[in-house]
């Protein structure tokens, strides 16, 4: 069995663990590829079923709430079930979900299809990276979620070229379904897994525990960790009511801080606003929304891959503070190309540059390590529920920006509305520098006792 060297009684990382982490990581790319996969794929249902401006963004939105939804429920589930019983379900709702969509008869049917999908992706945004954190040594915790995050960009590049392969045909029953595939191996694999040894303890399956350190760690002297986890579960008062403590104050400000600050400093731009950028640039082909999604989501892929390798040696907080700069640096010049128009190749590697960028920033910062640390911050007992509202944060914070980024973008023009989104990076940047702590290397129960200290 491989391991890795440590010292004293700190966790070892075997092929369980990493097992584990690649079992997670086809959650990550279910969400990311649903999430995505719409895009494309709302293109051609506009066109079968008649759509109106306003049912467009209907069958768009419905997995938007369902999103939201499947936040608020995530934690609450994890929490009175345990970790891996509620990814198997995850694994089961986006099975059917897809295999709904793929099927539906009428609008309705299509809608609701993506609502069950967009609940999944809800619960999996919640308890992957929750259950991650709770069987990670502390060493390699953030390499460990890197791996899950960065399936969950492959799966959003993978939603753009099935897009494209599915262009001329136009069978958007085949986007829509084909996650139905990936949903099988996914829940294969978490009955395969251990349940995290924190949350036996959390539950009084006390040999639970100790059984599922040793298979986790390959480790006969679990006692000090038990101990370690113990202490922990015993100071705290779990549920909800939980959350209201003056002790865990300020870990929640900082995880709904970073959820809102994740989704409204601009990254809609790369989403939504592509297109038209690499159009501006001069690329005028039939296909060009799904290949300027292809860009982008490469530079997300790039940005993330590079995040998983850093991530455990140089800390979380210097690369959301590069993440934020870099997206600063992304956003300016992308203002400034279309403050001054697209007359010359210059101005239009400008606004295409600052695009790309934006992407990778955001993905090797705020996107990565913002689901990190909300893993990290929380003690035991509250964990889930803490997760499930700075979770929350982030899909209502999405939900804010969809509906109102091209009404903000008409009323003011792009040049304003990219500014003002470098300047909202900016603060996020002030805000992590003076507000987040550096997890890198310590223990879940070290973290919630350092936070509790400063308070």
């Given at each position: 069995?491989?391991?890795q060297?440590?010292?004293?009684?700190?966790?070892q990382?075997?092929?369980?663990?990493?097992?584990?982490a690649f079992?997670?990581?086809?959650?990550?790319l279910?969400?990311?590829y649903?999430?995505?996969?719409?895009?494309?794929a709302?293109l051609?249902?506009k066109?079968?079923?008649?759509?109106?401006?306003f049912?467009?963004?209907?069958?768009?939105?419905?997995s938007?709430?369902?999103a939201?939804?499947?936040?608020a429920l995530?934690?609450t589930?994890?929490d009175r079930?345990g970790?891996?019983?509620?990814l198997?379900?995850i694994?089961?709702i986006f099975?059917?979900g897809?295999?709904?969509?793929?099927?539906a008869?009428?609008l309705?049917s299509?809608?609701?299809?993506r609502?069950?999908?967009?609940?999944?992706?809800?619960?999996?945004?919640?308890v992957?990276?929750?259950?991650l954190a709770?069987?990670?040594p502390d060493r390699?915790?953030?390499?460990?979620?890197?791996i899950y995050?960065?399936a969950?960009m492959?799966?959003?590049v993978?939603?753009?070229l099935?897009?494209?392969a599915?262009?001329?045909?136009?069978?958007w029953r085949?986007?829509?379904?084909f996650?139905a595939?990936i949903a099988?191996?996914?829940?294969?694999g978490?009955?395969a897994?251990?349940?995290?040894?924190?949350?036996?303890?959390?539950?009084?399956?006390?040999?639970?525990?100790?059984?599922a350190?040793?298979?986790?760690?390959d480790?006969?002297n679990?006692e000090?960790?038990?101990?370690?986890?113990?202490a922990d579960v015993?100071?705290q008062?779990?549920?909800?009511?939980?959350?209201?403590?003056?002790d865990?104050?300020?870990?929640l400000?900082i995880g709904i801080g970073l959820?809102?600050?994740q989704?409204?400093t601009?990254i809609?731009i790369a989403?939504?606003?592509?297109?038209t950028i690499f159009?501006?640039?001069?690329m005028?082909?039939?296909?060009?929304d799904?290949?300027?999604?292809?860009g982008v989501g490469?530079?997300?892929?790039v940005?993330q891959?590079?995040?998983m390798?850093?991530v455990?040696?140089?800390?979380?907080?210097?690369?959301?503070?590069w993440?934020y700069?870099?997206?600063v640096?992304?956003?300016?010049p992308?203002g400034?190309?279309?403050?001054?128009?697209g007359?010359?190749?210059?101005i239009q590697g400008m606004?295409?540059?600052?695009v790309?960028?934006?992407?990778g920033a955001?993905?090797a910062?705020?996107a990565?390590?913002?689901?990190?640390?909300?893993?990290e911050l929380?003690p035991q007992?509250?964990?889930?529920?803490?997760?499930?509202v700075a979770?929350m944060?982030?899909?209502?914070?999405f939900?804010l920006?969809?509906?109102s980024f091209l009404?903000?973008?008409e009323?003011f023009?792009p040049?304003?509305?990219?500014?003002?989104?470098?300047?909202?990076a900016?603060?996020?940047?002030?805000a992590?520098?003076?507000g987040?702590p550096e997890?890198?290397?310590?223990?879940l129960e070290?973290?919630?006792?350092?936070?509790?200290?400063?308070?």
């Amino acid at each position: 069995m491989t391991k890795q060297a440590i010292n004293g009684g700190e966790a070892q990382t075997t092929r369980v663990v990493y097992l584990a982490a690649f079992v997670i990581a086809l959650g990550g790319l279910l969400f990311g590829y649903n999430a995505t996969v719409i895009a494309g794929a709302i293109l051609f249902i506009k066109i079968q079923f008649s759509l109106s401006p306003f049912l467009e963004e209907t069958v768009i939105g419905a997995s938007l709430v369902g999103a939201l939804i499947g936040a608020a429920l995530g934690g609450t589930l994890a929490d009175r079930f345990g970790r891996r019983q509620i990814l198997f379900v995850i694994a089961v709702i986006f099975f059917l979900g897809a295999f709904a969509s793929a099927l539906a008869p009428n609008l309705v049917s299509v809608a609701i299809g993506r609502g069950m999908v967009g609940v999944a992706i809800g619960m999996v945004s919640v308890v992957a990276t929750l259950y991650l954190a709770e069987i990670a040594p502390d060493r390699v915790r953030g390499r460990l979620i890197g791996i899950y995050m960065t399936a969950n960009m492959v799966g959003v590049v993978c939603g753009y070229l099935v897009e494209l392969a599915f262009d001329t045909s136009g069978n958007w029953r085949w986007m829509l379904g084909f996650p139905a595939i990936i949903a099988v191996p996914f829940a294969i694999g978490v009955r395969a897994l251990p349940e995290t040894p924190r949350w036996c303890v959390c539950n009084n399956r006390l040999d639970h525990a100790r059984a599922a350190l040793r298979r986790l760690h390959d480790t006969h002297n679990v006692e000090e960790q038990m101990g370690r986890i113990q202490a922990d579960v015993g100071t705290q008062v779990g549920s909800w009511a939980g959350l209201l403590r003056k002790d865990v104050r300020p870990a929640l400000i900082i995880g709904i801080g970073l959820g809102i600050l994740q989704r409204v400093t601009g990254i809609s731009i790369a989403f939504f606003y592509g297109p038209t950028i690499f159009g501006f640039a001069g690329m005028e082909t039939v296909s060009l929304d799904i290949l300027a999604g292809v860009g982008v989501g490469m530079a997300l892929l790039v940005g993330q891959f590079a995040s998983m390798l850093l991530v455990d040696h140089v800390g979380r907080r210097p690369l959301l503070l590069w993440g934020y700069a870099g997206m600063v640096c992304g956003l300016v010049p992308l203002g400034l190309a279309f403050a001054t128009g697209g007359e010359s190749l210059l101005i239009q590697g400008m606004a295409v540059g600052g695009v790309m960028l934006l992407a990778g920033a955001w993905a090797a910062g705020p996107a990565s390590v913002t689901f990190l640390l909300i893993a990290e911050l929380y003690p035991q007992q509250i964990r889930g529920p803490a997760m499930s509202v700075a979770t929350m944060a982030i899909w209502a914070s999405f939900l804010l920006v969809t509906f109102s980024f091209l009404t903000i973008m008409e009323k003011f023009g792009p040049a304003i509305t990219f500014w003002s989104y470098a300047l909202l990076a900016g603060f996020a940047l002030v805000a992590v520098f003076f507000g987040v702590p550096e997890t890198k290397g310590k223990s879940l129960e070290e973290i919630s006792s350092s936070l509790k200290r400063q308070n």
